[in-house]
């Protein structure tokens, strides 16, 4: 049968007959649709009787009535529990008169009831969706499917307000409880299917029929005064059940009132009576009869969705675009996110290593009640960075942190991370920091892009301001706004790596911290106005910065300050297990050996890799020993060692780092050990003569010297162009090769050139009380920006010409110009000479002629 044709049988259906002497109620269809479709007695029929109203209104009243007699302190404790939970704002001042129930429930429900339809109950976060448990999706979309019915059930029936405030003010904690009970969920979620299925009932006002085939003693008109008493028996016990199971959730409120209330445990037998009694009033129903027409209701249903779902998606794919378009427009730094191109070949802890710090960070991840931050502190060359790696990855990929331990809790997830970075424009600055965290959070946490995007649409220029503004506006409020639509809780973490990498932009103040770290410091503490998300901020730094600004901290959040030392080494002699840095020495150790074969003979016949496993056991325990406990110290020995030609080569490597320092401090060690690379390259080579040296240093101090001070890193090539050394590929290529313990320089000549840890600069440039053993490897940082500054001005002064694009129209912005024809005309090492020349004039502190 044709849709539009069931639509007008079905609106015949629905009308009254002319002379109908059934006296319809036109209240609502569903009562119609009872009436009309039940069995109608004719004149000769005596079978079935004339039909009864089973009204189940104004039974709440009776049951408050009753409760309010047996325990009338207890009733009045209760109601105001729940007056004093509700925001102000959803409460209206009127006062009770002459009314036994207070009114301002009712308008408590209301709000709650919209705040519920606007509520979420899953979110994605990294890809991942995280939803609210089954029985809490189930109880909220119960009440979504009666909102509007609970609505006008209680204008109609004031006192259900006590009963349904009870619904909506357990619903909160919890969902949001992170130690759920699974009998008090269950539990919670069959009374409140109950309280929707009643509350259905009483707004149908359904006629009942005695059904035909049924041979009951009783009327029908006691039968349905039998339910309505059942009905009043029902509501007194979900409302002494609510009470229960509040208690139960020991809230102090509770327990300080209903402290003399039965056991808090009751609520589990009352649940029992509570389906017992349903139980036996759906059994009185079954004896009347009725029909249902909601399979037709369901197809035009069906049909009106899917023109809803096709707008939707039209619409959703518009707000994705916009969106798409404020976040481009933040001023960001991809490269200072975990998982960048730049950070992808930057390794995490070897597994079975570090386990004291990681369980440490692993507990404070877990807790949902300890410190906000967790600030982790250590020397150069601890491994700060390597430690934030691998939690960062843990909180991405769901797994612990510690082996065989338990994942990291399914609510916690990796927010937002910036890895600082001296060497590199916006990585060395706090200023785009906040609009960096604000962008990833939008990815990664896509709940928070709607109300991101709102803010920077009304901020235009929000990616310019100061910094307390950025932080509310861009990050704060919006996280405040989300978590009042979120009906489960949700953990962000926020790592910050590397604080004292942000450096000063004051050119007198060359490579001090940065002053605004306290300013953002104090910014981040007021995340604990947070409840439902919560923050928990990961930083790490060198000890000095910490001491100077945990204040910042301390008087807004809580602090877990955690020390990371050296490494204790353990002897082999020990019966203990391994230290960490031993572990790691190990297995680096039999990957250069793997990747690295070098064959001698024991005796003719019998060919030795690597000296044998006695011997590789003999170097790790030897670097282990010189290693003084810093990680910085095994990793850049091994990459000393890595690439050796053969065995004579092996063992004058071996020599170097085994040269005495007894006595002298881990940082001087280090000192010593980069010196000894140093020195290898040159001093100590028998394959270069004098005149071979003396232009080596020369190609140090330029190559090595412009890496240490560039305002961002360049590639070989570029540097070569810049510099003008293009004639001298294969000597520059040579002198980065044989420096790659400290120096990394990529697979190709277009990746950039790095240092491969901060200690290695600040031994070149003696900062501070650093000692170089030999002149001709010190950087005179000044000279440096001087070379380049040089450099620049003579590449711009060839280069640069009117109409450099041949465009021939002055009118064309450069975000118009094909990026292929920029590249061809502006290369990076002209774009670098244009941007960045007055930095280095600035640092080269030039005396006035």
Same mark, same amino acid.
């Given at each position: 049968?044709?849709?539009?044709?069931?639509?007008?049988?079905?609106?015949?259906?629905?009308?009254?007959?002319?002379?109908?002497?059934?006296?319809?109620?036109?209240?609502?269809?569903?009562?119609?649709?009872?009436?009309?479709?039940?069995?109608?007695?004719?004149?000769?029929?005596?079978?079935?009787?004339?039909?009864?109203?089973?009204?189940?209104?104004?039974?709440?009243?009776? @049951?408050?009535? !009753? $409760?309010?007699?047996?325990?009338?302190? &207890?009733?009045?404790?209760?109601? *105001? #529990?729940? %007056?004093? +939970?509700?925001?102000?704002?959803?409460?209206?001042?009127?006062?009770?008169?002459?009314?036994?129930?207070?009114?301002?429930?009712?308008?408590?429900?209301?709000?709650?009831?919209?705040?519920?339809?606007?509520?979420?109950?899953?979110?994605?976060?990294?890809?991942?969706?995280?939803?609210?448990?089954?029985?809490?999706?189930?109880?909220?979309?119960?009440?979504?499917?009666?909102?509007?019915?609970?609505?006008?059930?209680?204008?109609?029936?004031?006192?259900?307000?006590?009963?349904?405030?009870?619904?909506?003010?357990?619903?909160?904690?919890?969902?949001?409880?992170?130690?759920?009970?699974?009998?008090?969920?269950?539990?919670?979620? @069959?009374?409140? !299917? $109950?309280?929707?299925?009643?509350?259905? &009932?009483?707004?149908?006002?359904? *006629? #009942?029929? %005695?059904? +035909?085939?049924?041979?009951?003693?009783?009327?029908?008109?006691?039968?349905?005064?039998?339910?309505?008493?059942?009905?009043?028996?029902?509501?007194?016990?979900?409302?002494?059940?609510?009470?229960?199971?509040?208690?139960?959730?020991?809230?102090?409120?509770?327990?300080?009132?209903?402290?003399?209330?039965?056991?808090?445990?009751?609520?589990?037998?009352?649940?029992?009576?509570?389906?017992?009694?349903?139980?036996?009033?759906?059994?009185?129903?079954?004896?009347?009869?009725?029909?249902?027409?909601?399979?037709?209701?369901?197809?035009?249903?069906?049909?009106?969705?899917?023109?809803?779902?096709?707008?939707?998606?039209?619409?959703?794919?518009?707000?994705?675009?916009?969106?798409?378009?404020?976040?481009?427009?933040?001023?960001?730094?991809?490269?200072?996110?975990?998982?960048?191109?730049?950070?992808?070949?930057?390794?995490?802890?070897?597994?079975?290593?570090?386990?004291?710090?990681?369980?440490?960070?692993?507990?404070?991840?877990?807790?949902?009640?300890?410190?906000?931050?967790?600030?982790?502190?250590?020397?150069?060359?601890?491994?700060?960075?390597?430690?934030?790696?691998?939690?960062?990855?843990?909180?991405?990929?769901?797994?612990?942190?510690?082996?065989?331990?338990?994942?990291?809790?399914?609510?916690?997830?990796?927010?937002?991370?910036?890895?600082?970075?001296?060497?590199?424009?916006?990585?060395?600055?706090?200023?785009?920091?906040?609009?960096?965290?604000?962008?990833?959070?939008?990815?990664?946490?896509?709940?928070?892009?709607?109300?991101?995007?709102?803010?920077?649409?009304?901020?235009?220029?929000?990616?310019?301001?100061?910094?307390?503004?950025?932080?509310?506006?861009?990050?704060?409020?919006?996280?405040?706004?989300?978590?009042?639509?979120?009906?489960?809780?949700?953990?962000?973490?926020?790592?910050?790596?590397?604080?004292?990498?942000?450096?000063?932009?004051?050119?007198?103040?060359?490579?001090?911290?940065?002053?605004?770290?306290?300013?953002?410091?104090?910014?981040?503490?007021?995340?604990?106005?947070?409840?439902?998300?919560?923050?928990?901020?990961?930083?790490?730094?060198?000890?000095?910065?910490?001491?100077?600004?945990?204040?910042?901290?301390?008087?807004?959040?809580?602090?877990?300050?955690?020390?990371?030392?050296?490494?204790?080494?353990?002897?082999?002699?020990?019966?203990?297990?391994?230290?960490?840095?031993?572990?790691?020495?190990?297995?680096?150790?039999?990957?250069?050996?793997?990747?690295?074969?070098?064959?001698?003979?024991?005796?003719?016949?019998?060919?030795?890799?690597?000296?044998?496993?006695?011997?590789?056991?003999?170097?790790?325990?030897?670097?282990?020993?010189?290693?003084?406990?810093?990680?910085?110290?095994?990793?850049?020995?091994?990459?000393?060692?890595?690439?050796?030609?053969?065995?004579?080569?092996?063992?004058?490597?071996?020599?170097?780092?085994?040269?005495?320092?007894?006595?002298?401090?881990?940082?001087?060690?280090?000192?010593?050990?980069?010196?000894?690379?140093?020195?290898?390259?040159?001093?100590?080579?028998?394959?270069?003569?004098?005149?071979?040296?003396?232009?080596?240093?020369?190609?140090?101090?330029?190559?090595?010297?412009?890496?240490?001070?560039?305002?961002?890193?360049?590639?070989?090539?570029?540097?070569?162009?810049?510099?003008?050394?293009?004639?001298?590929?294969?000597?520059?290529?040579?002198?980065?090769?044989?420096?790659?313990?400290?120096?990394?320089?990529?697979?190709?000549?277009?990746?950039?050139?790095?240092?491969?840890?901060?200690?290695?600069?600040?031994?070149?440039?003696?900062?501070?009380?650093?000692?170089?053993?030999?002149?001709?490897?010190?950087?005179?940082?000044?000279?440096?920006?001087?070379?380049?500054?040089?450099?620049?001005?003579?590449?711009?002064?060839?280069?640069?010409?009117?109409?450099?694009?041949?465009?021939?129209?002055?009118?064309?912005?450069?975000?118009?110009?094909?990026?292929?024809?920029?590249?061809?005309?502006?290369?990076?090492?002209?774009?670098?000479?244009?941007?960045?020349?007055?930095?280095?004039?600035?640092?080269?502190?030039?005396?006035?002629?």
């Amino acid at each position: 049968m044709p849709f539009r044709k069931r639509l007008k049988d079905l609106k015949a259906t629905l009308s009254p007959p002319k002379n109908s002497s059934l006296n319809v109620s036109q209240d609502t269809s569903t009562a119609s649709l009872v009436s009309h479709s039940a069995p109608v007695a004719n004149e000769s029929s005596s079978i079935i009787p004339d039909p009864v109203p089973l009204r189940l209104e104004g039974l709440w009243k009776k @049951a408050y009535l !009753d $409760l309010q007699a047996k325990s009338p302190e &207890l009733l009045a404790q209760y109601e *105001r #529990i729940i %007056l004093s +939970s509700a925001e102000s704002d959803t409460l209206n001042n009127e006062k009770r008169e002459n009314t036994d129930i207070d009114p301002r429930l009712e308008y408590c429900v209301k709000g709650r009831l919209e705040a519920i339809g606007k509520s979420r109950l899953k979110v994605c976060i990294r890809g991942r969706e995280i939803e609210v448990r089954k029985q809490v999706r189930r109880v909220v979309g119960g009440i979504l499917s009666v909102k509007d019915v609970i609505s006008a059930a209680l204008s109609a029936e004031p006192h259900a307000s006590i009963a349904w405030a009870g619904v909506l003010f357990l619903l909160d904690p919890l969902a949001k409880s992170f130690h759920q009970d699974e009998d008090a969920m269950s539990g919670f979620q @069959a009374v409140s !299917d $109950l309280m929707v299925r009643y509350t259905f &009932l009483e707004k149908s006002q359904a *006629r #009942i029929y %005695l059904n +035909s085939g049924s041979k009951v003693a009783e009327s029908p008109q006691h039968l349905a005064e039998l339910v309505r008493s059942k009905t009043v028996e029902l509501y007194v016990l979900i409302l002494e059940y609510h009470m229960c199971l509040a208690t139960h959730f020991n809230h102090s409120g509770y327990r300080r009132f209903l402290k003399d209330w039965v056991d808090v445990d009751k609520w589990r037998n009352m649940l029992e009576s509570i389906t017992s009694l349903d139980g036996k009033i759906r059994q009185d129903l079954t004896i009347f009869v009725g029909d249902d027409i909601q399979a037709i209701f369901k197809e035009l249903e069906n049909s009106q969705q899917v023109v809803i779902d096709s707008l939707s998606v039209l619409k959703e794919s518009f707000k994705e675009a916009k969106q798409k378009k404020l976040l481009d427009d933040l001023p960001v730094v991809s490269k200072a996110q975990f998982g960048s191109f730049d950070d992808g070949n930057k390794s995490e802890c070897l597994e079975g290593t570090r386990t004291e710090i990681l369980r440490e960070i692993q507990s404070w991840a877990e807790s949902p009640d300890d410190s906000q931050v967790f600030w982790l502190r250590g020397m150069a060359g601890t491994g700060k960075s390597t430690i934030s790696r691998t939690f960062a990855a843990a909180c991405q990929q769901r797994k612990s942190l510690i082996p065989h331990g338990p994942s990291l809790p399914v609510h916690l997830y990796l927010g937002a991370s910036f890895f600082f970075d001296r060497s590199e424009p916006g990585r060395n600055t706090v200023e785009k920091l906040f609009p960096s965290i604000s962008y990833e959070l939008a990815s990664s946490f896509p709940d928070s892009r709607d109300k991101i995007c709102q803010a920077i649409s009304e901020n235009q220029f929000i990616g310019t301001q100061n910094l307390r503004n950025q932080w509310h506006k861009l990050i704060l409020e919006p996280l405040l706004l989300l978590e009042k639509e979120l009906l489960l809780p949700v953990t962000l973490v926020l790592l910050l790596d590397a604080l004292d990498e942000a450096v000063s932009e004051d050119p007198k103040e060359t490579g001090k911290p940065a002053h605004d770290i306290g300013g953002v410091l104090r910014l981040l503490a007021t995340a604990g106005k947070l409840r439902n998300i919560r923050l928990k901020i990961f930083l790490t730094s060198r000890p000095e910065i910490c001491s100077q600004f945990l204040h910042a901290l301390s008087k807004g959040a809580s602090v877990r300050d955690f020390e990371l030392g050296k490494t204790p080494m353990t002897s082999e002699a020990l019966n203990i297990p391994k230290d960490d840095i031993t572990l790691y020495l190990e297995h680096q150790i039999e990957q250069i050996a793997s990747q690295n074969p070098i064959e001698y003979f024991e005796s003719p016949a019998k060919p030795t890799c690597w000296l044998g496993q006695v011997d590789k056991r003999r170097i790790v325990r030897t670097l282990a020993d010189r290693s003084d406990g810093l990680f910085i110290y095994a990793a850049t020995a091994c990459r000393f060692l890595d690439g050796v030609d053969d065995l004579e080569d092996l063992q004058a490597r071996m020599r170097e780092l085994s040269a005495d320092d007894s006595g002298e401090s881990p940082q001087e060690i280090l000192d010593r050990t980069y010196s000894q690379i140093l020195s290898y390259s040159v001093i100590h080579s028998s394959r270069k003569t004098k005149s071979e040296k003396a232009d080596f240093f020369g190609l140090f101090q330029r190559i090595i010297g412009a890496v240490v001070v560039l305002a961002e890193p360049l590639s070989i090539a570029t540097l070569e162009d810049l510099l003008g050394l293009s004639g001298k590929a294969p000597k520059t290529r040579k002198l980065l090769s044989s420096l790659s313990s400290v120096v990394s320089s990529g697979e190709s000549s277009e990746s950039p050139i790095r240092l491969l840890h901060l200690s290695f600069r600040d031994f070149l440039l003696g900062q501070p009380q650093r000692r170089c053993l030999y002149d001709e490897f010190c950087i005179d940082s000044r000279e440096a920006h001087r070379v380049l500054l040089k450099s620049c001005l003579n590449l711009l002064s060839s280069t640069l010409k009117q109409d450099i694009c041949s465009l021939d129209d002055p009118s064309f912005l450069a975000k118009d110009i094909d990026p292929s024809l920029l590249d061809q005309k502006i290369p990076v090492r002209v774009r670098y000479a244009s941007q960045y020349w007055s930095h280095h004039l600035q640092q080269a502190d030039l005396e006035p002629v």
